[in-house]
């Protein structure tokens, strides 16, 4: 019994040190090491597109029940292979560019998205052993390959040269780097508590007995979590923060010029950093693949996929959010909530368990009632709109 | 490690180095003068890591200026474009030959 | 194994030409946006370079300042000062040649310099390693006062930033 559930724990890990083993029977070693580059990112580049195909999926069966409707299910059972019909429409589309578009850049630009998209799955714990690169620095990595993803939705939106694009660039712009400090500070704690940045260590320090000492289970760790998790949202332009491509604004911002496979390629960098994004949630503060009885990777994608059905869900249920509300829930919400959180993660570490809850508990509140407070809902004054002088 | 020698990493920065100074020599658009000096400040970075990885004992010390001045190249950039749009915002413009008030 | 050591100093040479072709397209480029992205495409290369010397948390950092945060400074104000249709204007000013003869003599000056210095590289030096844990050791030990000293000129540059940019209060409309 333990054999069997090793066995399948491992069964990846295996089957590519087992080809290896293979290889390195005739054939040189830098072929092998080669191979083993090969190996993990041929992996990575399948999974990217296959988890991007079924998330369309899994989203449109989740809105469609939480609209009280069925969802696709009439291209094979449940609709299993809609997302290849949907494929198969988007390669066929015209692909259409505008007359002043800049061409190059107009062209690149879908190109650049996915490119970062899948970088990040290089550093994503999948599972015992299962990380194709334990960089030492993996959170940091992380951290600045996502920020990349700014660049190509600035060069779709200028060289579409048309102004809702360019309003939506400028929107994403101001909405994805003000997100990112509440996001990489939420994550702080997690880090200080596991003293290393490697996505994998992090991840081993949460074992605990069973596997359950996930960093969820303490006050910071619930704080973290929720911040991370709301900024993710934002990061990957998911309602209810998805002003950058608000279709009833800005008719789909910066993506309006785009038809046909760029696109689906828009769509498909989304979904893949959506993904990501709920790993690293779930590596940082939900043990990532730690976890009783069941093989490392089924928690691993179990944890990340119920992250993303919470997503599904806000977008079914929460309206959509007002530009300077954005901005003040991040600057004057997340931010300050983020460093508190750090404060008590360094007095968790030095005070006893029992003493430590009620410590935080009382700060936590404190701060959650000073914060409410000092943030009373803005009320913008009438003005009076004078046409052209 | 590999090794490639010292001087040539030296020569590229030279090289990056003084593209940056000709573009922020010859460049009328104050943006353009900023970003050209972003690659000098780059170019300097590229050195300060590269000897400290190869005559030092202790590579931290080359690591942590290079940290510093990348905050510094930052902060340069966010307020050097802030007087930009601030002079935008009042002169409708942004060559540098064209602010020309205390010029006579 | 040699072969892959190989390749390796070919991608670095390789990763250096393209930082240089880039850095000429910054200078030259006449659009700023192109110029802006040329910036970002070198920016990125030099994170290649300092994975190449082994400051893999000085890449990691250059990108998201650099590419996450100044480039989109820079592209920032791109957008709210250039016209989207982009009426050519000439970009450079008059002092081209003056400045690529002067520049011609200080590289050759300093790249003779260069090759005669002996430099002091030694094998200890080169096997010397750093990790996030030594830098930040060294920030928190050895350099505690300089990283003090940044924190307070970031949050002067971050409070002088927002005061001279923002927008005086509109004036009472008759």
Known sequence: MENIGSFIDMIFVTAKAWILALLGQFLPVWIVVLASIVISGVAILCLGPVIMMYLTLLERKVIGRIQNRYGPNRVGIWGLLQPIADGIKMFTKEDIVPANADKLIHLLAPIMTVVPALMIFVVVPFGRQMTAADLNIGFLYFIAVSSIT???????????????????????????????????????????????????????????????????????????????????????????????????????????????????????????????LCGIAATLFLGGWQGPFLPSWVWFFGKTLALICIMIWFRGTF???????????????????????????????????????????????????????????????KRNYVLAD | MIAIPLQHILIFSLLLFAIGLYGALVRRNIIGILISIELMVNASNINLIAFSKYTSLSPETGQIFALFVI???????????????????????????EVHLLKW | MELLQLGAKFGIYAVMAAIL????????????????????????????????????????????????????????????????????????????????????????????????TPWPVTEAALKAKTSAMGLGEALMGTYVFPFEVISIVLLAALIGTVVIAKKDAPEERP
Not at chain 1, 348 to 370: D, E, G, P, V
Not at chain 2, 92 to 97: I, R, S
Request: proline share 4%; hydrophobic share 60%; glycine share 6%.
């Open chain 2, 71 to 97: 905050a510094l190249a930052a902060t340069a950039a966010a307020v050097g474009l802030a007087i930009v749009l601030a002079l935008y915002r009042i002169r409708k413009t942004v060559q540098a030959d």
């Open chain 1, 319 to 381: 309206p959509r959010f007002r530009v300077d509300h954005l901005m003040a829930f991040a600057w004057k919400f997340l931010l300050p909530l983020t460093l508190v959180n750090i404060l008590l993660t360094a007095l968790w570490q030095f005070t006893s368990a029992s003493a430590a809850w009620l410590f935080s508990i009382m700060i936590l509140a404190a701060m959650l009632y000073m914060l409410v407070k000092l943030n009373r809902v803005f009320v913008p004054e």
């Open chain 1, 150 to 276: 700014i660049l190509p939705i600035f060069m779709a939106s200028w060289s579409s040269r048309n102004k809702y694009s360019l309003l939506g660039g400028m929107r994403t712009a101001a909405q994805l780097i003000s997100y990112e400090v509440p996001m990489t500070l939420a994550a702080v704690p997690a880090i200080m508590m596991s003293q290393s940045l490697s996505t994998n260590t992090i991840v081993l320090t949460q074992a605990g007995s069973f596997g359950l000492n996930w960093f969820i289970f303490t006050p910071w760790g619930i704080v973290g979590f929720i911040v991370f998790f709301l900024c993710a949202t934002a990061e990957c332009n998911r309602p209810p923060f998805d002003l950058p491509e608000a279709e009833s604004e800005l008719v789909a911002g910066f993506h309006t010029e785009y038809s046909g496979m760029k696109f689906a390629l828009f769509y498909m960098a989304e979904y893949m950093n959506a993904f990501t």
């Open chain 3, 21 to 116: 072709v880039f850095a000429l397209g910054v200078v030259t480029f006449r659009n700023l946006f192109h110029c802006a992205l040329c910036l970002a495409a070198a920016l990125i290369g030099t994170a290649g370079i300092y994975i190449a010397l082994q400051a893999e948390f000085l890449a990691g950092v250059q990108i998201l300042l650099y590419v996450g945060g100044v480039i989109t400074l820079v592209v920032f104000a791109i957008m709210l000062t250039e016209h989207l249709a982009g009426k050519t204007v000439r970009q450079n000013n008059a002092q081209s040649l003056p400045a690529i003869v002067g520049l011609a003599g200080f590289v050759t000056a300093l790249i003779a310099l260069i090759l005669k």
